[in-house]
C-alpha cells in the first residue's frame, strides 16, 4: 500500500507540469504583453505609468528573457514565495486576490459534492433494487433532465422562481443588510439561505450522472454469482444488497471525486458569475475578459492543481476499499 | 423454427441494431425531435418569419401572443389563425413600456406568408415565409416575444439553431478524429506508445474542462469574423473533449486484439491494415456511434456556457448561448422571463441526444441479449 | 402422468412432483422446467445429468427459492423433509424473501455453485464470508465463529487455514476457492447438499479432488448430494441414484448401476454412446446424437427427443408426450417403447428400438463403428474403420519418412510488465524448452492442464506468436525445410495455408459482422496458393460448407444464426479450405456438449481420411485424446514430461504426472469407481513465471525422493521404442499398480505451499 501511494504520487508530478506549462500558455496567449497592458491600464484609470515601476516589474519577472526562462521565474515566485505574480485589473497581488476567494470556492464545492452523495446514494440503490418500478421511472427522468439543463440556466430558473415565489434578492451570499456586518448567528442563517441555490445548481448534473451511475453498477454487481451463492447460503435481502453488491458499487461514489470536482469547479465558473458568488469563478471570467492573464493563468493552474489532489485522494480512498486494486499494487 | 427467426437469420448486423434501437421508445422519439430540429435548421429562413436583423425597436420586450384558431369576440365563429396585438403604454417617470393584449385588434396569420426576401441555399430566391402575419406591412407578430432590442425571439431561435446544432456535429467530429487515431494507436500498439497517450488522456480529463476552454476562447481575438469564431470555438471544444473518445476506441481495441476471430483472421493472412479497417474497426463503429452521440450534448452544452459568458460567439451571430446572455440581467428577466426559451431548446435537443445516445448503446452490439 | 411416481421412498429428503418453472420472457414464456419429478434420499447421492439448456441449474435452483425474474416457480411441489412424521415444508409455496425460506437455505440445504472465483465477493476475505455463513444460522460469537470457520477450512482440505482465512478469492486457485464455497455450504451441517456442476470449471486433477473430497465429506456427515452434471464420467464416480434430464423434464431414472449397464431411455443410451471412452477403441466413429438440443421456447411436440430419437415412433412420438413408465423397483423412463400397448405389438416385431431388455450390453464408447453416421445432412465419408494398431505400424514402419513439422528447443516467454515506465519485470515462461516431431498422417495429442503451455505452444506453430527461441522446421514434398520461426511478415505468408488452426471457442472465433462467404473466403482471397478473388470463390465456399455437413446457402447468413457445433464446422471449414497440410486444433471440441462433441470428431476424423490431413490435437480430455490421437505428448509447466504411442502411454505410463492425469479421468463405469492405484496430486499448476527449481513437477509428485528431483532439470529420454519421458525415477517407478507398492503419499510439506505462488511473494 505504501508503495502504492508513492507511486499515485510519482505519477501525478508529470501531470503537475503538464498544468504548469499550459497554465503559463494561456498566460502568454493574448497579444501583446503583460507590461504594455499594464502600462495602458494604468493610464485609462488616468494613473501615470511609472517607468521606474514597470522597469522593476519587467525585472521581477523577467519579461525581457525567453519563453522558458519566463515561465522558469513565475514557477520559482509560486513555488519559493507564494508569488502568483500581479493582477494588473485590481492592482494586487494574485496571491491576494485568491486568499479572498479561494477558501469559500472550495467549501461550495466541498458542500456540493456531499450534498451529491447524500442524495445520490439512496436514489441511485433503490432504483436498481425497484428496476423498473414508478419511483425508478421518476428518478431515471429526473436524472436525464439534470445531466440535460445548463447550470447557468437552472440557476437563473431558480432564482426567478424564488424571487416570484419568495420575493427578495438571492444572487450573492449575503443580504444587503449583513453584508459588512460581523459574523453573527443572523449572519450565518442568512448565508444558508443564499447557499442552497448554488448548491442545488451545482449539484444536479453531477448527482443526476452518480444515479445513473450507481444504478447500472449496482445492476450489473445484482446478477453476479456471488449474489445468488449469498441467498443461497440464507442471507437476508437488504443484508446481502448492503454487504455484497453495494459495497463494490460504492466504488463510483469514491472515483467521483475524480471526475465530478472537475465538472464542479467548471459548473462553478458559470454558477458563481451567475448568482455573483465572491468565488474564484467570476474572478476568472472578469480576469479573462479584461485579459489579466496572471489571475486567470493561476487561477487555473490553482484550481487544476487541487482537482488532481482530488483524485489522487479518490485514489487512494479507492484502493483503501477494493482489495483488488490493493493487491494489483502490491 | 418460426418466422422471426428465420428473418433473424440471414438479417445483416446493421438490421439487427436497427430492430434492437426500434424497441427503445424514447430513443426513438428522440431520434423524431431531432431529425425535426435539423430540418429546421436546414430550412432556417423559410421556417422563420423574420430574418436575424429584422429589428423592431418599438415594440423591444413585447411579450410572447398566443395563436388562436377561432375568434368569438364578434358573438360568432370566426375560423382563422390569428394573434392579437398590444397596446403599449410608457411610463411617463420610469420611460418604461409595458405592453397590453388588444383584444380588438386582430393580426391574421397565414401560412407560406409574403414576407423578406432571401435566398434558400443561397440558391432560390423567394419571399416566402413557413408562417407570418398575412399582412407584411402590418403590425409584427411575437410568436415566442420580442428580445429587448425587438427582434423576434421565435425567429432568432430558429437561426440560432444553425449554430447550435452545428458546432456539436463539427465539434464531435473533429474530436472524433482525434479521439480514433489517438485512441488506435494506443490501442494496437500498447507498449510505451500506449502508455505515453494514457498518461496525455489522464492528464487532459484532470484538467477542469470549462476553465481551460475560458481561457483558450479568452484568447481568441475578439476582431475575428463570425466565422473564423465559430471554428475557432470547436477546435477549442474538441481540444479537450477527444479524450472519452479515444479511451473508447483504446478500450474496445485492447479487446478486440484478444478475440480468437482476430487471430484467425491475421492466420488467414490478412495484412495489418485490412484487419485493422476491414475486421477489427466494423466490430466496433456502432459503439463508436453511439459514444460520439453521447458527447453531442457535451458540446451544445459547452458552447452555450461560453456564448453565455461572452468569451464563445458574439453578437451579431446567432446562437441559443448568445441568445441566453441577454437573459443575464435579473431585472431583464423579471420583466421577460420568455428569454430563458432558447434553454428550453437547448434542454429539449440535449434530451434527444440523450436518448438516442442511450439507445444505440443499448443497441450497439446485437449479439448481447 | 399415467404412473404414480415411486412412492415416497423411505429417508427421502426432497421430494419434487412435477416441479415446473417458467421464464416469461418478451419473446414468449420459456419453459426451462416443465414437469420434473424427483427425491433425494438421505445419505445418498443423486446425479442429474444432461447436456447444457436441459434445465438441470433452474431446477436445482427452484428448489432454494432462487430464481430470479422473469422466472418464476410456475406449478409443482417441493417437498422438504417429508418423512419426517409431519407432512414436511413445501419449498415452492415459501416466500423467496422470507424468514423460513432463509432458514433453510445454508442451515438445512447447501448450495455450491460452478463459478467458484465468481461465486465468493471479491471485496472480503474468505474468512470473513465463511464466518459470517456461520453466525447466519447459529448463535457463535465472532471469536468462536473463527475457530469453527478454521475447522471448517481444514475439513475441506486447505493447507494452513489461519493464513488462508485471510486471503482473498481473487488471490485463491478455483480449486482451493471450490474448498472455501465447499465449506461455506457444509459450515451449518445441511442434510442435503446441492452442487450444480461444482467441477465443471477445474482441471480434471482438481476434479478429482474436489469429488473424493464431496465423498469424504458425505461419509462423515451422512448428507444427502443432489449433484449436477453434464459429464457421465462424473456420474458414474460419484452417483447412487442418476435423473437423466431433457429439455425440462426427467426421462430416465435408475440406480448408477442400471444406467450405465442397460439404459433404458434412447437419450440415455445415446448420451452413454457419444462419449468416447478412455477404453473404447481409437478412430472408430462415435454414435452421435443427431441435430442438437432446441431451445426450450422451439420445445417440438409430443416427445421432446423426437427429432433426435433414433427409436422414434411416426405418429406416435411426435403427437403424444410419453408417459413415465415404472421398469422395476426404483427405476422410470419416459419413453413410448415401454408403454404397454407398444411393447405388445410395435417396435419390439420391427427390432427398430431397443427396449431395456433388448439393450445389447455394450459399454459406452461402444466400439460398434456405427454404419449410419452422425446423421449431418451432407455428412459423406463412410465409416473409418482402421484400428489403431494399423495406424501406429503405418507411421512407425516407414522410418525414412520425414516428419511433417519439428520442433526443436522452442520457448515461449511473456514478459510482465510492471512499474512506472512499463519495464519487464520478469518473464512467464510459457513454454520453456519444447521439442516434438509430427509425422504426415497421423493425429498427435498433446495434453495437460490449463496453464500448462498447450495452447502456447500451438500458437506458436502457427505463428499467432513469435516463438522467443527454437525452430520449427515444417517440409512436405513440394519445399524443402523452412524454419518457421525465423520467417517474419510476408514470408510466412506462403505457410500460412498449410499450417492451420481451428480456435476453441466458437463463438469469439468468427467475426459477427461476416457473412460466411467472407469469414471462409478470406484466406483464399489473401493467400497465395488460394484462388484469386474470382467467380468460383462462392463455389469453392459451397463446396467446404458441403464438405463440413451445412447447406451451402448457408454462405449468405452471419454467424449469430448458428449454434455452437454448427459454428464449430464453420471454424473447420475456415481452416480447411486452403487445403493445408497440418490443422492445429485447439481444444477444439472442449466447448462442446457430448452429442455435438461427437459429431465434430466423426467429421475431424472423415476429413483427415478425406484430405490427408496431419493434427495437432491440442486437449485438456484425456479421452478425447485418447480417442482420436495416434501418439501422445504430455505437458507439464511448459515442457513435455512423457511422450508415446497413444494405446503405450494409456497402458504403461512412466512419468508420475502422466499417471496422475489417467487416474483423474472418471471412468463411465460405475463398476471401476474408487478403483485401486488412484493418485492423486496435491496442490496445482505451479506459476510459471515462478517455476520450481529441478524438476517443474518435484512439488506435486508423489514419488518425489531426493535433492536431484529439486536440483536437477530432467530430460526427455526415449527410454524404450519411442516413449520418451523426463523423470529421474521414470525406471524404478511402478506406476501401472502403484497400489500397494508405493503408498499414496500425500507428503505435505512445502508444496501445499506452493498452491498459490502468486499470492505469496
Not at chain 3, 54 to 60: D, H, I, V
Not at chain 3, 106 to 117: L, N, R, S
Not at chain 3, 660 to 677: E, H, I, K, Q, Y
Amino acid at each position: 500500500m505504501g508503495k502504492y501511494v508513492l507511486r499515485r504520487i510519482a505519477y501525478m508530478a508529470p501531470t503537475m507540469f503538464a498544468i504548469s506549462v499550459v497554465s503559463f500558455v494561456i498566460i502568454q496567449l493574448p497579444p501583446g504583453d503583460y507590461l504594455t497592458q499594464l502600462a495602458s491600464g494604468l493610464r485609462e484609470r488616468g494613473e501615470p505609468a511609472d517607468q521606474a515601476y514597470l522597469d522593476a516589474l519587467s525585472a521581477r519577472y523577467g519579461l525581457d528573457e525567453p519563453m522558458p526562462v519566463q515561465y522558469l521565474q513565475w514557477m520559482k515566485g509560486i513555488l519559493f514565495h507564494g508569488d502568483f505574480g500581479m493582477s494588473f485589473e485590481w492592482n494586487q497581488p494574485v496571491s491576494a486576490l485568491l486568499a479572498d476567494t479561494l477558501p469559500f470556492t472550495i467549501a461550495l464545492t466541498l458542500g456540493t459534492l456531499l450534498f451529491t452523495w447524500i442524495v445520490a446514494f439512496p436514489i441511485g440503490i433503490y432504483s436498481a433494487v425497484r428496476q423498473y418500478s414508478l419511483g425508478d421511472y421518476v428518478a431515471t427522468t429526473v436524472g436525464f433532465i439534470g445531466l440535460a439543463i445548463p447550470n447557468f440556466l437552472l440557476a437563473l430558473v431558480l432564482v426567478y422562481l424564488s424571487r416570484m415565489l419568495f420575493g427578495g434578492s438571492f444572487v450573492g451570499v449575503f443580504s444587503s443588510e449583513y453584508a459588512h456586518a460581523p459574523w453573527s448567528v443572523g449572519r450565518f442563517l442568512d448565508l444558508l439561505s443564499h447557499l442552497w441555490i448554488p448548491v442545488i445548481v451545482l449539484g444536479t448534473a453531477g448527482t443526476a450522472g452518480l444515479i445513473r451511475i450507481l444504478r447500472a453498477n449496482l445492476l450489473d454487481e445484482l446478477r453476479r454469482p456471488y449474489v445468488v451463492a449469498g441467498r443461497a447460503r440464507g442471507m437476508g435481502e437488504r443484508r446481502l444488497l448492503i454487504r455484497y453488491p453495494l459495497r463494490i458499487a460504492l466504488n463510483p461514489f469514491v472515483s467521483t471525486i475524480g471526475w465530478v470536482l472537475p465538472m464542479l469547479v467548471s459548473g462553478e465558473v458559470v454558477v458563481g458569475t451567475v448568482l455573483a458568488l465572491p468565488t474564484t469563478g467570476p474572478l476568472l471570467l472578469g480576469a479573462l475578459r479584461s485579459q489579466d492573464m496572471y489571475l486567470a493563468g493561476s487561477i487555473i493552474l490553482i484550481v487544476s492543481v487541487l482537482t488532481v489532489i482530488g483524485t489522487l485522494l479518490s485514489d487512494l480512498v479507492l484502493a483503501w476499499l477494493d482489495p483488488r486494486v490493493r493487491h494489483q499494487y502490491r | 423454427m418460426t418466422q422471426p427467426h428465420l428473418a433473424r437469420h440471414s438479417a445483416s448486423p446493421w438490421r439487427l441494431v436497427w430492430w434492437r434501437f426500434r424497441r427503445h421508445r424514447l430513443a426513438m422519439a428522440g431520434a423524431v425531435v431531432l431529425a425535426v430540429a435539423y430540418l429546421v435548421a436546414l430550412f432556417a429562413e423559410f421556417v422563420a418569419p423574420y430574418s436575424t436583423e429584422h429589428q423592431q425597436v418599438d415594440h423591444g420586450g413585447a411579450p410572447p401572443q398566443t395563436v388562436k384558431v377561432v375568434d368569438t369576440s364578434s358573438g360568432g365563429w370566426d375560423w382563422g389563425l390569428y394573434v392579437n396585438g398590444y397596446t403599449d403604454h410608457v411610463d411617463e417617470e420610469t420611460l418604461e413600456i409595458t405592453y397590453e393584449v388588444d383584444h380588438e385588434q386582430r393580426i391574421p396569420l397565414r401560412f407560406f406568408a409574403e414576407g423578406e426576401p432571401y435566398k434558400l441555399f443561397g440558391l432560390f430566391e423567394t419571399d416566402r415565409h413557413l408562417i407570418g402575419p398575412a399582412d407584411p406591412d402590418g403590425p409584427p407578430v411575437f410568436f415566442l416575444g420580442a428580445t429587448v432590442n425587438g427582434y423576434d425571439l421565435f425567429s432568432r431561435i430558429v437561426h440560432g439553431s444553425r449554430v447550435s446544432l452545428t458546432i456539436g456535429l463539427v465539434g464531435v467530429a473533429a474530436s472524433f478524429l482525434i479521439g480514433v487515431v489517438l485512441g488506435g494507436i494506443s490501442g494496437y500498439f500498447g507498449g510505451w506508445v500506449d502508455t505515453a497517450i494514457q498518461r496525455l488522456i489522464e492528464f487532459f480529463m484532470s484538467i477542469p474542462t470549462l476553465p481551460l476552454w475560458l481561457g483558450l476562447a479568452a484568447a481568441v481575438p475578439t476582431d475575428w469574423g463570425p466565422m473564423q469564431r465559430y471554428f475557432t470555438i470547436t477546435v477549442i471544444l474538441s481540444v479537450i473533449a477527444w479524450t472519452d473518445l479515444a479511451r473508447v476506441v483504446r478500450g474496445r481495441f485492447m479487446a478486440l486484439r484478444e478475440e480468437d476471430f482476430v487471430t484467425a483472421t491475421a492466420l488467414d493472412g490478412v495484412g495489418r491494415p485490412r484487419l485493422i479497417f476491414a475486421h477489427m474497426l466494423p466490430s466496433f463503429t456502432s459503439h463508436l456511434i453511439a459514444s460520439a452521440t453521447l458527447a453531442i450534448p457535451a458540446m451544445i452544452l459547452a458552447e452555450t456556457a461560453l456564448s453565455f459568458l461572452g468569451l464563445g460567439l458574439r453578437a451579431p451571430a446567432v446562437s441559443w448561448g448568445t441568445l441566453l446572455e441577454e437573459a443575464q440581467n435579473f431585472a431583464t428577466l423579471e420583466a421577460a422571463p420568455w428569454l430563458l426559451l432558447p434553454g428550453a431548446a437547448v434542454v429539449v435537443i440535449v434530451l434527444s441526444f440523450n436518448f438516442v445516445g442511450d439507445g444505440l448503446r443499448d443497441a450497439a452490439d446485437p449479439y448481447k441479449s | 402422468m399415467s404412473e404414480e411416481p415411486m412412492s415416497s421412498a423411505a429417508g427421502a429428503v426432497l421430494a419434487i412432483e412435477d416441479l415446473r418453472t417458467h421464464f416469461h420472457t418478451r419473446d414468449g414464456v420459456v419453459k426451462a422446467v416443465d414437469g420434473v419429478d424427483l427425491e433425494v434420499s438421505a445419505g445418498t447421492t443423486l446425479c442429474v445429468v444432461g447436456e447444457s439448456g436441459c434445465g438441470k441449474s433452474m431446477m436445482a435452483r427452484s428448489v432454494l427459492g432462487l430464481i430470479e425474474p422473469p422466472g418464476r416457480v410456475q406449478s409443482g411441489a417441493i417437498w422438504w423433509q417429508p418423512d419426517r412424521g409431519r407432512e414436511g415444508t413445501n419449498l415452492a409455496t415459501l416466500d423467496p424473501h422470507g424468514e423460513r425460506l432463509r432458514r433453510v437455505r445454508g442451515a438445512e440445504i447447501g448450495m455450491v455453485f460452478q463459478e467458484p472465483i465468481a461465486a465468493l465477493s471479491p471485496m472480503y476475505t474468505v474468512g470473513a464470508q465463511l464466518v459470517e455463513a456461520i453466525r447466519l444460522h447459529t448463535d457463535l460469537s465472532m471469536g468462536e465463529a473463527k475457530d469453527r470457520a478454521i475447522a471448517e477450512l481444514t475439513r475441506v482440505g486447505i493447507p494452513r487455514p489461519e493464513k488462508r482465512f485471510d486471503a482473498y478469492p481473487f488471490q485463491l486457485s478455483g480449486g482451493m476457492c471450490q474448498r472455501v464455497m465447499i465449506a461455506i455450504a457444509l459450515c451449518c451441517d445441511p442434510a442435503l447438499l446441492i452442487a450444480d456442476e461444482p467441477t465443471t470449471a477445474l482441471d480434471v486433477t482438481t476434479q478429482a479432488r474436489i469429488l473424493d473430497l464431496l465423498g469424504e465429506l458425505q461419509e462423515q456427515t451422512g448428507m444427502a448430494v443432489m449433484f449436477i452434471t453434464h459429464d457421465m464420467g462424473v456420474v458414474a464416480e460419484i452417483a447412487d441414484e442418476v435423473a437423466v434430464m431433457y429439455l425440462g423434464r426427467i426421462v430416465e431414472r435408475a440406480c448408477v448401476d442400471d444406467i450405465f449397464a442397460s439404459p433404458a431411455h434412447p437419450y440415455t443410451q445415446a448420451l452413454l454412446e457419444s462419449i468416447p471412452s478412455i477404453d473404447g477403441h481409437r478412430k472408430s466413429r462415435l454414435a452421435a446424437i443427431e441435430g442438437l438440443v432446441p431451445h426450450p421456447s422451439d420445445r417440438p411436440a409430443g416427445c421432446p427427443f423426437h427429432p433426435r430419437c433414433r427409436a422414434a415412433l411416426p405418429g406416435l412420438c411426435d403427437v403424444e408426450m410419453p408417459d413415465r413408465h415404472q421398469l422395476g423397483p426404483d427405476r422410470l423412463a419416459a419413453c413410448h417403447l415401454y408403454a404397454p400397448s407398444v411393447r405388445e405389438n410395435g417396435p419390439l416385431a420391427t427390432g427398430r428400438a431397443e427396449p431395456v431388455e433388448a439393450v445389447s450390453p455394450t459399454r459406452p464408447g461402444s466400439a460398434v463403428p456405427r454404419k449410419k453416421p452422425g446423421s449431418v445432412p451432407g455428412q459423406a465419408p463412410g465409416p473409418r474403420e482402421t484400428t489403431t494398431a494399423d495406424v501406429d505400424s503405418d507411421v512407425r514402419a516407414d522410418a525414412d519418412v520425414e516428419p511433417l513439422l519439428t520442433v526443436r528447443d522452442v520457448r515461449v516467454h511473456f514478459p510482465v510488465k510492471h512499474g512506472l515506465l512499463r519495464r519487464a519485470a520478469w518473464e512467464v515462461k510459457a513454454v520453456a524448452g519444447v521439442s516434438l516431431e509430427i509425422m504426415p498422417g497421423e493425429t498427435l495429442g498433446l495434453v495437460g492442464e490449463s496453464g500448462c503451455g498447450k495452447s502456447t505452444l500451438g500458437r506458436a506453430i502457427v505463428r499467432a506468436l513469435e516463438p522467443t527461441e527454437g525452430a520449427i522446421w515444417y517440409r512436405d514434398g513440394e519445399t524443402g525445410p523452412v524454419d518457421l520461426a525465423r520467417l517474419r511478415g510476408r514470408e510466412l505468408q506462403p505457410y500460412r495455408g498449410k499450417v492451420r488452426m481451428i480456435f476453441q471457442d466458437p463463438f469469439g472465433s468468427l467475426n459477427p459482422r461476416k457473412t460466411l462467404l467472407q469469414i471462409i473466403g478470406e484466406p483464399l482471397r489473401r493467400l497465395p496458393d488460394g484462388v484469386r478473388p474470382d467467380s468460383s470463390l462462392p463455389d469453392r465456399v459451397a463446396e467446404m460448407l458441403r464438405a463440413v455437413g451445412l447447406r451451402p446457402e448457408y454462405m449468405w447468413r452471419y454467424p449469430h444464426a448458428f449454434s455452437g457445433g454448427e459454428r464449430q464446422r464453420i471454424n473447420i471449414a475456415r481452416a480447411l479450405i486452403t487445403q493445408p497440410r497440418l490443422v492445429i486444433a485447439d481444444e477444439a471440441v472442449s466447448a462442446l456438449d457430448v452429442s455435438i462433441r461427437a459429431q465434430i470428431l466423426n467429421l475431424l476424423g472423415d476429413l483427415q481420411a478425406e484430405m490427408d490431413l496431419t493434427y495437432l490435437f491440442i486437449s485438456h480430455d484425456l479421452s478425447v485424446v485418447q480417442h482420436v490421437c495416434d501418439r501422445v505428448a504430455v505437458m507439464h509447466l511448459g515442457s513435455i514430461v512423457e511422450q508415446a504411442g497413444t494405446d503405450r502411454l494409456f497402458a504403461e505410463p512412466r512419468h508420475p504426472y502422466t499417471a496422475a492425469l489417467l487416474s483423474a479421468v472418471p471412468v463411465p463405469d460405475p463398476r471401476r469407481r474408487g478403483g485401486d492405484g488412484r493418485i492423486r496430486l496435491d496442490g496445482e499448476l505451479p506459476d510459471s513465471s515462478d517455476p520450481p527449481a529441478g524438476c517443474g513437477f518435484h512439488v506435486r509428485c508423489p514419488y518425489r525422493r531426493e535433492e536431484r528431483c529439486m536440483s536437477e532439470v530432467p530430460s526427455l529420454v526415449s527410454a524404450s521404442g519411442d516413449h520418451g519421458v523426463a523423470c529421474h525415477h521414470a525406471d524404478e517407478l511402478d506406476l501401472q499398480r502403484p497400489s500397494s507398492a508405493e503408498p499414496r503419499a500425500r507428503v505435505s510439506t512445502g508444496r501445499d505451499d506452493g498452491l498459490v505462488p502468486s499470492a505469496e511473494r
